[in-house]
């Protein structure tokens, strides 16, 4: 056996690329073996018994051997990148069944580690997870499709109370909605009616929409383009004097008003203005060929109804 004070001086030698060093040291009573060649400890197992004192040793210098009761830094060389990278371990950290180290990507392995440059990158439609998720999507659109085109097939056809309603309506909400905004603009006015103006605005701006979008469904005028309203309820009447509009006098007054004036005038318009709108709803609640322009027309004289018993008690009070 070889002890680090027994090894011969002589100069070190150093090895060529491939040159294989084997050695014997004892290292804290125990014998290590191995061969190191271009940073890759490879394991080798030991001898039997008997030839444990005549193995030979080959040592490069005694400097060598005694470098060796540390556990020296190997550096291993990762194949399989474009820029090489390094490691370090201790020798006490390699695993004796370990042989090699694993590239991360997989190498041809009748190409050189010079040779890799990069990994190969294919196009989008050959990759599994894409295909995937491009049908999931299709899916999803054939759906919503469907659902789109049997929703508008069961749609019933609308009759003229359907349109007659929805044109007159919007334009008798239309006036409502500008009663509401004159009103806001007064200075010194009864604060619980001015909510009352703000919900006009809201909701009958949020009415006026649904009409437009259900007329534009049905093909037919955003608005009444002839001179006669409510034909369609078999009460032909001129546009501009349906029940419970106010003349452009009305208006004027109301937005040249102020403090408690200002009150007074926007509920009495108000009451009455939601009267002939009920009036008007009613027929259609009980006509209407659609059920969507039922809704609109219940919701309408629901509301309004209820506005009209606040408009009396505050302006009562």
Not at 34 to 57: E, F, L, N, Q, Y
Not at 70 to 91: E, L, W, Y
Not at 151 to 178: C, K, S, W, Y
Request: negative net charge.
């Amino acid at each position: 056996m070889v002890q680090p004070d027994d090894a011969p001086a002589f100069p070190a030698v150093p090895p060529a690329d491939d040159t294989v060093v084997t050695g014997v040291v004892l290292v804290d009573g125990a014998d290590t073996r191995g061969a190191v060649t271009r940073g890759v400890v490879d394991a080798v197992p030991p001898p039997p018994p008997h030839d444990i004192s005549t193995t030979p040793a080959v040592v490069r210098s005694a400097n060598d051997l005694l470098r060796l009761a540390t556990p020296p830094t190997i550096a291993p060389t990762v194949v399989g990148r474009s820029v090489r990278q390094t490691a370090t371990c201790q020798a006490g950290d390699v695993d004796p069944s370990e042989t090699s180290v694993v590239p991360d990507v997989e190498v041809d392995p009748n190409v050189g580690g010079d040779d890799v440059e990069h990994v190969e990158v294919r196009p989008w439609w050959q990759s599994k997870l894409n295909i995937a998720v491009l049908v999931v999507g299709l899916a999803i659109l054939c759906g919503a499709l469907g659902w789109l085109i049997g929703n508008n097939r069961a749609t019933p056809d609308p009759n003229a109370v359907d349109i007659g309603f929805l044109q007159d309506m919007r334009t008798h909400h239309e006036q409502a909605v500008t009663m509401g905004l004159y009103y806001l603009s007064r200075p010194d006015t009864d604060p619980n009616l001015r909510v009352i103006a703000r919900e006009v605005v809201f909701d009958q701006g949020i009415d006026i929409g649904r009409m437009i979008e259900l007329l534009r469904l049905f093909g037919e005028h955003e608005t009444n383009e002839s001179d006669t309203a409510m034909a369609w309820m078999n009460e032909p009447t001129p546009a501009d004097r349906m029940p419970g509009m106010a003349t452009d006098a009305d208006l004027d007054k109301l937005l040249a008003a102020s403090g408690k004036d200002a009150d007074e005038q926007f509920a009495n318009l108000m009451i009455a203005h939601h009267e002939g709108g009920i009036h008007m709803a009613q027929h259609a609640a009980a006509h209407a060929n659609v059920p969507e322009v039922r809704n609109i027309a219940n919701s309408t004289i629901s509301g309004q109804t209820g506005e009209i018993s606040e408009l009396r008690s505050l302006i009562a009070a």
